[in-house]
């Protein structure tokens, strides 16, 4: 009886025993894996803000090129009589002297916009050849290295396009016959740039050199190690918008890049009475289609 006694006390304490064991296995394994899972979090939130800045150096590239000529001899754009630049040509060399080649602009994103907050903005950064000296707080992997390492992981190119198929530029831009006292006809012509569509891509690519993330995420079965990242966006702006369709023409063309123009998505009484706690939400439209019109600083 006494030896019955003994083990029917013991069992409660194994049974206790291994409930605490497996408890700690537990926390420990949850631990890692959430640990992994916070610094993973953390990256996707540092690589979402390299995304969004990409979108903006393509948004500040296209503009550009909107106010500046190319002048980049492999392109030979000023032999196109078609293009801005080599509609610029015609008023001779000191219309093609305002200009930024492709080379200039990455050098100025780079001191710009993939820069700390507090950059200083200076005429001489599109002469810089190397990455600004303070990059974007969170541009940093969770072993306190820069995501961007150098220069040839920034990626700008610019090209031009023809107006919309919809557009009457090419006829606007027809020659036709003046008579003249002397009875000897004159050609004119309105000559304008005919392909007026800026687009500029800019490529970003990071981590490539990054040992933590190449730890973070490992070579797993099929799927190879994490070797860096490369984020990319294109925008389109138009120039020389005299367009002889006029602007309803042109924003009819736009609209349909647009969904939103076409209907009210959020009906305003769904959120006017929310002016109090921040008024200018009721300076919102949704699906607003405008012109831009260019700074007088740009123009001088």
Do not use: C
Not at 16 to 33: D, L
């Amino acid at each position: 009886m006494k030896a019955q006694r003994r083990v029917s006390r013991g069992r409660p304490h194994r049974q206790s025993y291994q409930r605490g064991q497996a408890m700690a296995e537990f926390v420990i394994s949850m631990t890692m894996v959430m640990s992994v899972l916070l610094i993973a979090i953390a990256m996707l939130g540092k690589f979402n803000d390299v995304r969004n800045r990409t979108l903006m150096a393509s948004r500040y590239v296209a503009w550009e090129r909107t106010v500046w000529t190319d002048n980049d001899p492999q392109k030979n754009n000023a032999g196109l009589a078609t293009t801005t630049e080599g509609w610029s040509s015609l008023y001779g060399s000191a219309a093609l002297s305002v200009n930024k080649t492709d080379a200039d602009l990455r050098s100025e994103i780079a001191q710009r916009v993939m820069a700390g907050d507090n950059a200083f903005v200076s005429s001489a950064d599109r002469a810089q050849s190397r990455l600004a000296t303070s990059q974007p707080a969170m541009w940093h992997d969770h072993g306190g290295n820069a995501l961007l390492n150098s220069m040839a992981d920034l990626s700008v190119v610019t090209a031009e396009g023809a107006d919309t198929p919809s557009s009457q530029t090419d006829r606007a831009n027809g020659r036709w016959t003046v008579g003249t006292a002397s009875g000897a006809p004159f050609i004119a012509q309105f000559g304008m740039a005919t392909r007026a569509q800026q687009s500029a891509t800019v490529s970003v690519s990071v981590g490539r050199d990054s040992d933590a993330l190449k730890r973070l995420w490992p070579k797993n079965n099929g799927l190879p190690a994490f070797n860096g990242l490369t984020f990319s966006d294109t925008n389109v702006l138009m120039t020389n918008t005299w367009m002889p369709d006029g602007s309803t023409s042109n924003k009819a063309v736009f609209s349909r890049a647009v969904p939103a123009a076409h209907v009210a998505l959020v009906p305003s009484a769904g959120y006017m009475g929310l002016r109090k706690y921040a008024p200018e939400i009721a300076t919102l439209q949704f699906g607003r289609i405008q012109q831009d019109i260019v700074p007088a600083s740009r123009l001088k």
